[in-house]
């Protein structure tokens, strides 16, 4: 299939030129497209069933009570907070903070 590709472009007489710069603005905007990722809270199979049994256990906001998960679940509620944004280790910290997971 790529040979045919290969043999088509063969037919035609062209010359590759660099175009630097600014003077590139559609394919460099082209090759900055990407595609849209499902969102983190669309876990599926037995993710789903334990982000669910951990966000139940969950205190209220106000309660002052705090929670440590048990370690099966850790990761799992420390990988939802990562994947709603890359804003640093801090952010996640303070992210489960105020829920308050410790």
């Given at each position: 299939?790529?040979i045919?590709w ?13 175009l ?22 669309e ?9 669910n ?9 106000d ?30 910290y303070?992210?489960l ?6």
């Amino acid at each position: 299939m790529l040979i045919n590709w290969f043999d088509t472009l063969l037919q035609y007489d062209f010359k590759v030129v660099h175009l630097p710069g600014i003077d590139n603005i559609l394919p460099d905007t082209l090759s900055r497209l990407y595609e849209i990722e499902e969102p983190a809270n669309e876990l599926g199979g037995d993710k789903a069933h334990l982000l669910n049994k951990a966000v139940s256990k969950l205190p209220s906001e106000d309660s002052g009570e705090y929670m440590t998960p048990p370690k099966e679940e850790r990761k799992l509620i420390f990988l939802r907070e990562h994947l709603k944004g890359h804003f640093g280790s801090d952010a996640i910290y303070y992210a489960l903070k105020r829920k308050s997971i410790y």
